[in-house]
């Protein structure tokens, strides 16, 4: 709770990476948020996924996280 009142919860998501469809750039992985509803069985952890074949770090707080953070 404490992270959605200082803005740090679920964001905008990039279906596309999700969904591979449009192809997804280096830029939809890095502002594709940690936190999403549901996740394939398979993206344990979530690295596996979503890190672009380990070009992002899915860990670092995207820039809508850092923004918030910023402002502390």
């Known amino acids: 709770m404490i992270g959605r009142v200082l803005g740090l919860d679920w964001s905008q998501v990039n ?11 280096a830029a939809d992985y890095a502002g594709f948020p940690v936190m999403h509803d549901a ?8 690295s596996i996924c979503y890190s672009n074949h ?13 923004a918030a953070l910023s402002r502390l």
């Open 15 to 25: 279906l596309n990476v999700i969904t591979r469809n449009p192809p997804s750039t």
């Open 39 to 46: 996740d394939p069985i398979s993206c344990i952890p979530v």
């Open 54 to 66: 380990g070009t992002v770090n899915p860990a670092q707080p995207k820039m809508d996280d850092q």
